[in-house]
């Protein structure tokens, strides 16, 4: 009689390990990457935890980027400290354990299938979302934790990957080129009109705003002149 209690209880204790568990569907890696905004690669350089608004506790891991498909230069404030979200870490010295979340070496280079949230950028599919290069066979691989050897869903040539970021997103993994100014985009005036910030002031218009200028002033000196020369030319004629 009371090794039943125990059973019953080693049997919800298995269901509740169940449930925490996470189950990978083998979905195509071109599928992920039509559900996802976008791809990135870079070298992973530390992590912290926080809570979002809607109480879930997550990992903010941050990369230093090389390449990017997908993501416009806008959405990247700065390359060297791009944020990417996934669940689970710690908060208030609780762990919150979730399985299936990716790991990540200190300046391991990963390639990550990221999608935006209203918290910033998320790996869609945990560990399925992070991509190592590997090389076999005198050829590259992009290969993922999950699903490692089965060919388009954990595993595919890197020149076929590259040519379904181009179908998908418009071009293969570009190095990102860092302009000379920040855009901070547009804002609203009072009346709800968008406008340019006037702190912004590209460094290509202040270069092509300085030739009006120098042809504004030896204008002005020229007419400065031509008086002075008209006056002299009448008094040697008289």
Known sequence: MLK???????????VLSTTKA????ETSIEDRLEQASGVIRGSFIGKSYKKLPSGRVVTEATFKLTDVSGIGPN?????????VLYPGGVWQNRIHKIHGSPEFKMN??????????RFG??????????????????KSYVKSAIFSEKKGIGKMAFSEFEILLQNIY???????????????????????????PASIKRVKE????????IWFVLGLGLMGFLPTLFFRGKRNES
């Open 108 to 117: 391991e280079e990963v390639i990550l299938v990221i999608k935006k949230d």
């Open 22 to 25: 996470t189950v990978f569907v």
């Open 121 to 138: 950028y998320i790996m869609p599919d945990l560990s399925l979302s992070k991509y190592n290069v590997i090389q076999e066979d005198g």
């Open 75 to 83: 959405e990247i404030v700065n390359h060297n400290n791009f944020k």
């Open 170 to 196: 418009g071009s293969p993994l570009h190095k990102l080129t860092v302009d000379k100014y920040i855009d901070k985009g547009r804002v609203r005036d009072a009346n709800g009109n968008e406008r340019t």
């Open 4 to 14: 039943k209690p125990k059973s019953i209880f080693l049997f919800f204790l298995l």
């Open 206 to 213: 202040t270069e092509d705003d300085d030739i009006p200028v």
